[in-house]
């Protein structure tokens, strides 16, 4: 049994980051959520894995174009909780080319249409509200209650 299911006994999800290798969720209980919806104790969550793509790799990166083209599978839904690897593109923040964030994900928090966003990949972690859509990033972890 992997650490992860030794330590938490709750439902695992998960998306995959720029850095994963497609096994890395093998062998534990994590449910790969990337471009899908599930539905858990009441609430819709959505998960989009990999980060903007900076670099020729064939894992873990994808366009702006595939991002757009999940926000628009999911906008008619009731999502509640968005779970990504990358952040949505920050306005306020300085970021390089790798971090810069996907802008398709800046339409769900413009038009209210999730209530949390948990992104990883910028090795901060931060919680902050924009538009009534509380954002968390959770690298290297948060805790928090919804």
């Known amino acids: 049994m992997s650490k992860v299911n030794r330590k938490y006994s709750c439902p695992k999800l ?3 980051g720029n850095h994963c290798h497609p096994s890395n969720f093998d062998d ?3 449910m790969n959520i990337h471009e899908n919806i ?3 104790k009441g609430l819709t969550i959505a998960g989009f894995g990999g980060a903007p793509k900076y670099k020729d790799k064939l894992f ?3 366009t702006e174009e595939e991002a757009a083209a999940f926000v628009t599978q999911i906008y008619q839904q009731n999502i509640d909780i968005l779970i990504t690897h990358s952040n949505p593109a920050y306005e306020n923040m300085t970021l390089d080319h790798a971090h810069r964030g996907f ?5 769900l ?3 209210n249409k999730i209530n949390h966003l948990f992104h990883g990949h910028l090795h901060d972690p931060f919680t902050k509200n924009i538009n009534e859509i509380t954002i968390h990033s959770v690298y290297p972890f ?3 209650e919804i």
Not at 103 to 107: D, P, R, V
């Open 142 to 144: 948060i805790e928090t």
């Open 38 to 40: 599930v539905r858990i």
């Open 60 to 62: 873990g990166q994808h």
């Open 28 to 30: 534990t209980e994590v």
């Open 14 to 16: 998960g998306v995959f």
């Open 109 to 111: 928090i413009n038009n």
């Open 103 to 107: 802008t398709s994900f800046n339409t």
